[in-house]
Every structure is written in structure tokens, then in C-alpha cells.
């Protein structure tokens, strides 16, 4: 919302219920957009890619997060399938992408992507490493000590980032706490209650930075993937930032 006297603008938090979100046809496949943001040039998607679907050779211009929630595709990086979570980054260079089932995933893309031509790789851009598939259902659940357990995908000192699932039972809560950087939730199963409402399966949560989480109740046994974009602030002196989620992750 803007504010009149200065023309500053206030970041919204979002609660997209994807079910009722129209898909869009592209040249190939569908998309359903989330958010996208003109302020970082981040966008989040539900992107369905149709049986026998290859995708052109492209480079990602900024770094990519998917998570396959139905199917599968094969890429430069092996093959992922459903529950599985997969981190690309600045500069990757995928080959021709073949979706080998119906598949549907979760996308964001933290850059705009440059597809290939007829002469091939984009001048400029190499393969750096730090790609990842992670196939999330062969992790530990680790309980945090916050009304939780996670599985931790990913963490990376250069940014503060975390990406981790979150798993808790009926009737369980989840600890109020501040976002210091911005949160982005998908519901992969179950229903849960927090301070924007309800969030069953399939539904995306973008709350901005600042914005303060009351206890979340989990009204269901429930799954969350949650990327938090800095640290949280439980209570004064608890803050949960990548050092902590990484040590509780080497220390399982």
C-alpha cells in the first residue's frame, strides 16, 4: 500500500490459494504465476510441464529453486521426482530438459533466464558448481526446539538464506517469532493456522521482512517448504540464522 505523504511503499504479505489460480499456456506447458517482484526481479510459479515436454538449452541468469510436486523431468543434474528439491545456481547451464510424465513443480527464480540460440551457450556465462538435488524423503526430520522438526535442504553463508521442510503433528504450534528477511511458504500437505489465516495443501504464503508470525498452529499432521531469506527472531535472545540450521543439520 503506498503512503500519500512520502510516496514510500509498505511490502504486503500474500496468502495464494494456487487451486484457484488460472494456468496460463505457454509455447509449451502451463504456468500459474505466485508473485513476481519488480523490485529484485524474483518470481514464483507453479509450472506444469506436459508429458514428453523438452525444454530448450538456457542459462540461469540468477539463481533457481524447484520442487517437484507431481512427476518428474530429467536435467543436467540427474533425474528429479516427486519430493524432490532442487537448487541451481547463478550461471547454470542447462542442456534440453525432457519432462518424462505429467509433471507439476514449484519455481523460483531468482534471475531472468537466457535461452540458447542456434550457436549455442551465451557468451559470459560458465557452469559453476554449488548445483543440488536433493531428495528430501531420505533426510532426517530434526527437531529445532521451536514446535517443529525440519529436514534442512540447503544453507548459504554468502546470502543468510535457509531452505528446509517443516514438519509437524495435529495440534502442535510453531513458536511466534519476527522474519528478519523475507518468508516464503508452499503447504505440500495438511492444513495449518498462522496470523494471515488458514494454508491447506497447495497453498503459498510471501510474508516481507519485518513482518511479525504469531505461534502457527498445525491443524493437521502437516508438511510446509519453507525458504527464509535471513534470520528469525524467536523471543529476545533466540535467533535462528543458516549457522544454527547448518550445525543442527552436521550435528544429527
Known sequence: MADGAGGLHEAEAFLVR??????????????????????????????????????APHTHQGPAMFYVLEGGFDFRGGSAVAGDWVWEPSGAVHEATTHTVDTIYIGTLYGPVGMHDDSGKPAGYGDPIGAALVR??????????RGGEIRVLRTSPETGWMHFMLH??????????????????????????????????????????????????FLTDAIVL???????????????????????????
Not at 507453479?46 to 525444454?55: F, R, S
Not at 528430501?136 to 526446539?145: A, F, H, I, R
Not at 519453507?226 to 544429527?252: C, H, K, T
Open 18 to 55: 494456487s487451486s484457484r489460480e488460472p494456468w496460463i499456456n505457454l509455447r509449451q506447458g502451463a504456468i500459474k504465476v505466485l508473485r513476481r517482484s519488480p523490485e529484485t526481479g524474483w518470481s514464483h510459479s507453479l509450472i506444469h510441464g506436459d508429458a514428453g515436454q523438452v525444454n
Open 226 to 252: 519453507v525458504n527464509l531469506y535471513g534470520p528469525a527472531q524467536f523471543g529476545n535472545s533466540d535467533l535462528m540464522d543458516w549457522r544454527a540450521v547448518q550445525q543442527l543439520a552436521e550435528i544429527r
Open 168 to 217: 509437524g503433528k495435529a495440534g502442535e504450534m510453531r513458536a511466534a517469532h519476527t522474519v528478519l528477511g523475507p518468508c516464503e511458504m508452499f503447504v505440500v500437505d495438511g492444513e495449518v493456522e498462522y496470523a494471515g489465516g488458514r494454508a491447506s495443501g497447495g497453498d503459498w504464503i510471501w510474508e516481507p521482512a519485518g513482518a511479525r508470525q504469531e505461534a502457527m498452529k
Open 136 to 145: 528430501t524423503g531420505e533426510l532426517p526430520w530434526l527437531d529445532d526446539g
